[in-house]
C-alpha cells in the first residue's frame, strides 16, 4: 500500500520560508505536505510528477487582483486565469464591499477551486462600477459605511482578511478605512495615492504596522516613491522602516520598469510580487504572476528573490504563514512546478516600455491541496 498521495520527485525546491533551494522530494498525503527530503521512493506514492530538472516553489499567492467575475466589470475567474499559471492563492483586492460581498463569497470563494480571500473595499458597493458612467454613484460618499463593514469582516473573519482603500473614493475615505481596520483589528491595504491626486506621503500617513501600499512602482502624476532626483523618497523609507508592507500591483497603469530599476537600484525591494490582474491586463502586459514574476529577474532579482515575494511573503503579510507559501510538512500542499527558460524575452510595463530579459519562468504542473490541477 503506497505511503503517499502524491510524490513530487527530483526537483530542486525553491521553498524562501525555510530557506531551501536544493533537490528534494515532495510528498504529500491528505492534502499536507507530508515529509521533504531526498531519496524518496516513486513507489511509496500513488501518484509520481517527475520534476527533474524542474522548480518546484509553494503554491503562489497572488496578494492584488480582482475575481469578482461577471459582476465587478475588471473581473476575471480565477480558475482560469489564475490557478493554471500556479497561484493556487488569490486575494481579491477590493472587489466588493459589504453590500456586495455574499456574491462574492456564494459565486466566487465557496464556488472556485483556486483559494479566494478577500479585502473589503471600505466603499459599500466596492468596484461594481469602476470606470464606468456610474462611477459617481459608485463612490457618494455615502456609500461609505463603517459600522457595516467592521460587522461584515467581523462575519466572516476565514474569508475576509482587511480593508482596501481605493484612490477613487477619495481622501474622507481613506480616513473611514483607517477607522474600520482598527476597529475589525484587521490590516489596511492602499493604493499609492499618487496615481490621481495626492503625493503618496499622503496615504502613508494614515498607514501603520503591517498595512499595505500597493502600486509602489507606480509613476504620478502626483509624486510617487521617488523624488525630483530619482531617489526613493525618505518618507517612504521611514514607513518601510516602521512596518509597512510594500506590493507592486502592477496592473494595467500601476508599474513602471524605470522606478521599479531605479528604486530596487537603491536597495529598495518590494517586499511582495502582485498582478492586479483583471480584465483589462490579463491579455497583457501582465498575462499572470510567473510572467510579472520574470520580469523582476529582468530587474536583476534571483529566483529565490521573486518566490519569496510571491509565497512566503504575501502569506506573512495577511497571516497565512502557517499552512500557505510554504513547502513545510504538515502545510497545505499546494505547489508549483516551473521550467526557467533561457534566452531573450521582451516585457511590457504599464506604460508600453519594454525591457528584454534573459530568463522567464513558464508553470507546467500546478498542484492544490495535494492533487494535479
Same mark, same amino acid.
Given at each position: ?20 533551494? %536544493? ?21 511509496? &506514492? ?34 482560469? =486565469? ?15 464591499? =459589504? ?35 456610474? %462611477? ?40 473611514? &478605512? ?169 516585457? %511590457? ?25
Amino acid at each position: 500500500m503506497a505511503d503517499y498521495d502524491l510524490l513530487v520527485k527530483g526537483g530542486t525546491v525553491v521553498d524562501p520560508s525555510q530557506g531551501m533551494n %536544493e533537490e528534494k522530494d515532495v510528498a504529500m498525503s491528505d492534502g499536507k505536505v507530508a515529509e521533504i527530503r531526498t531519496g524518496l521512493s516513486s513507489s511509496s &506514492a500513488k501518484q509520481v510528477v517527475d520534476a527533474s530538472g524542474r522548480i518546484v516553489t509553494p503554491g503562489l499567492m497572488d496578494l492584488h487582483a480582482h475575481v469578482y467575475d461577471a459582476v465587478m466589470p475588471l473581473g476575471i475567474w480565477p480558475d482560469s =486565469y489564475c490557478l493554471p499559471k500556479g497561484t493556487t492563492t488569490v486575494v481579491d483586492a477590493g472587489s466588493s464591499g =459589504y453590500l456586495n460581498f455574499p456574491g462574492l463569497k456564494k459565486h466566487v470563494i465557496d464556488r472556485c477551486r483556486t483559494r479566494v480571500y478577500a479585502l473589503l473595499n471600505i466603499g459599500s458597493l466596492g468596484l461594481m462600477a469602476f470606470d464606468t458612467n456610474m %462611477e459617481p454613484l459608485q463612490t457618494d460618499p455615502r456609500q461609505v459605511d463603517i459600522a457595516n463593514t467592521v460587522k461584515s469582516i467581523q462575519e466572516n473573519r476565514g474569508s475576509v482578511l482587511g480593508i482596501k482603500w481605493h484612490n477613487t473614493y477619495g481622501p474622507d475615505a481613506l480616513l473611514a &478605512a483607517r477607522a474600520a481596520a482598527d476597529r475589525a483589528g484587521t490590516i489596511m491595504m492602499c493604493e499609492n495615492s499618487a496615481v490621481f491626486w495626492l503625493p503618496v506621503s499622503y496615504v502613508l500617513n494614515y498607514m501603520k504596522k503591517g498595512d499595505i501600499l500597493t502600486h509602489v512602482f507606480q509613476g504620478g502624476p502626483s509624486p510617487g516613491i521617488l523624488d525630483e532626483d530619482s531617489n526613493v523618497r525618505s518618507e517612504v523609507l521611514k514607513a518601510v522602516k516602521r512596518g509597512i508592507v510594500t506590493d507592486v500591483g502592477h496592473g494595467a497603469g500601476s508599474f513602471s520598469f524605470e522606478i521599479a530599476e531605479r528604486a530596487i537600484g537603491q536597495g529598495f525591494v518590494p517586499d511582495v510580487i502582485s498582478t492586479d490582474l483583471h480584465t483589462r491586463n490579463v491579455h497583457g502586459p501582465v498575462f499572470d504572476l510567473p510572467t510579472t514574476l520574470s520580469k523582476f529577474l529582468a530587474l536583476g532579482l534571483s529566483v529565490e528573490d521573486v518566490v519569496l515575494r510571491a509565497t512566503s511573503g504575501p502569506a506573512r503579510a495577511v497571516g497565512l504563514a502557517d499552512g500557505l507559501g510554504t513547502l513545510r510538512v504538515g502545510a497545505q500542499a499546494d505547489a508549483a512546478v516551473l521550467r526557467l527558460e533561457k534566452g531573450d524575452f521582451v516585457f %511590457e510595463d504599464s506604460l508600453g516600455k519594454r525591457r528584454t530579459g534573459k530568463q522567464r519562468l513558464v508553470t507546467e504542473v500546478v498542484i492544490l491541496g495535494g492533487r494535479v490541477v
